[in-house]
């Protein structure tokens, strides 16, 4: 327990937090308030096993905020974005959701129905992930999220997206 202490005492020493009570202007406090809940995210993403895990996850600041994304498009999403092994042409939505339910485990989701339904990052974290991505890398992200949709449309063509696809509409 010792070494646990000092090892989190070394955390918050690193990062400048000398405390926990938001004091000061309500920028002060806005500034604290993001730094705080940025090691709380940061300390999540550190616990996922795998690289493969992180990324998939910081891949999600793609969407927008107050919007539940389908299992389904986040499948499509890294399918396009990632390479899993060993499946070579990506991973099923019952793959996808798996990995959300662990995501889920570690809090960063607000809302999460599962398999048929969808997420909803809470706005703080949505805010942390998108500050991993610098700005070629959002763009990166977002055609490749383009890409994922227009895979859905007959011939490359927007306007065949089917109307069942609720998101891309």
């Not at 730094?35 to 992180?54: F, K, P």
Request: with cysteine; proline share 3%; glycine share 6%.
């Amino acid at each position: 327990l010792e070494g646990i202490l000092k090892e989190y005492e070394q955390f918050l020493r690193d990062r400048s937090i000398r405390g926990w009570d938001l004091e000061g202007t309500e920028d002060d406090r806005t500034a604290k308030r993001r730094t705080l809940v940025g090691c709380c995210i940061q300390a999540g993403l550190d616990a996922l096993v795998s690289e493969r895990e992180r990324v998939a996850l910081a891949s999600l600041a793609v969407f927008p905020e107050d919007t539940e994304i389908p299992v389904t498009v986040i499948s499509d999403f890294w399918k396009e974005l990632l390479t899993w092994e060993p499946v070579s042409n990506g991973f099923s939505a019952i793959q996808a959701n798996a990995l959300l339910a662990e995501f889920d485990d570690l809090s960063f989701f607000r809302k999460y129905t599962g398999i048929d339904g969808g997420i909803q990052l809470h706005d703080e974290v949505l805010a942390y992930l998108r500050t991993l991505h610098t700005s070629p890398q959002n763009q990166q992200l977002h055609q490749r999220m383009v890409q994922a949709l227009q895979r859905h449309c007959k011939s490359n063509e927007w306007h065949r997206l089917p109307a069942h696809h609720t998101y891309g509409w």
